[in-house]
C-alpha cells in the first residue's frame, strides 16, 4: 500500500507536465465564414425591417409626420426605399461590382418606385443582394481596402461594410417604428 502510494504522489508531477488532450477539431466544413457569422446578425435586421414596412397600410406609406420640427424629413416610402437603394450601393462596394437594381438618389431611393408592392419587392431584392454581399465576406478578403464611397477619407473593408449595413437598416428601422405608432400601429416585433 504504502508502494502504491509513493507511486501516485510521484507521478503526479508528471501527469501536471503532460499536455493537455486537444480539444476535438471542426472540419473545415462545419466552420463559418466570417461572412456567414455576419450574416447570421444580419438576418435580425432584415426580418425586424421587412415586418415594419410590411405592417404600415398602403395608403400609409407617403406619410411623414408634420407636426413639430419634421420639415423635409423621409416619407415612410422614402425611408424604405433609402435602405433598399443603400443596400444595393453597398452590397455592390462588398462585391466590387455595379449595382443590380436601380438606386436612384440613395437619399430618397427610385422615384419610379410608388405602390407599395413594388416598393417591398425592391426592398426585399436589396436584402437578398445585400446578404449575397455580406455571406461573401471571408477572412481573406474581409480587410481589403475599399475605396471610400462617401467621402475622401480612410479606406473601408468589406467587414466595415457590411457592420454599416446592419446598423443603417436598424437606425432606419427606429425612424419607422415611429412612424408606425404615430399611426395607431404597433410594429409587429413589439406585438409579443
Known amino acids: ?29 462545419a466552420e463559418p465564414t466570417v461572412g456567414a457569422a455576419m450574416d447570421g446578425t444580419y438576418q435580425w435586421v432584415v426580418g425586424q425591417f421587412t415586418s415594419a414596412a410590411e405592417a404600415m397600410p398602403e395608403d400609409k406609406y407617403d406619410w411623414a409626420p408634420t407636426q413639430g420640427e419634421f420639415k423635409g424629413v423621409r416619407t415612410f416610402a422614402q425611408e424604405v426605399k ?24 440613395p437619399e430618397q431611393g427610385p422615384d419610379s418606385l410608388k405602390a407599395k408592392a413594388e416598393i417591398v419587392k425592391y426592398m426585399k431584392d436589396s436584402f437578398a443582394y445585400s446578404r449575397k454581399a455580406i455571406q461573401s465576406i471571408t477572412a481573406q478578403n474581409g480587410g481589403r481596402a475599399v475605396k471610400n464611397p462617401f467621402f475622401p477619407g480612410p479606406d473601408l473593408t468589406p467587414i466595415g461594410l457590411a457592420t454599416l449595413l446592419a446598423f443603417h437598416g436598424m437606425d432606419h428601422y427606429g425612424q419607422m417604428v415611429e412612424y408606425l405608432r404615430t399611426n395607431g400601429i404597433v410594429p409587429p416585433a413589439s406585438r409579443r
Do not use: D, R, Y
Not at 12 to 18: E, T
Open 1 to 29: 500500500m504504502k508502494m502504491m502510494t509513493l507511486s501516485l504522489l510521484l507521478a503526479l508531477p508528471l501527469a501536471a507536465q503532460a499536455p493537455a488532450p486537444k480539444p476535438p477539431t471542426l472540419s473545415a466544413a
Open 82 to 105: 433609402h435602405v433598399s437603394a443603400v443596400n444595393f450601393f453597398l452590397g455592390s462596394q462588398i462585391l466590387g461590382e455595379k449595382p443590380p437594381a436601380e438606386v436612384g438618389n
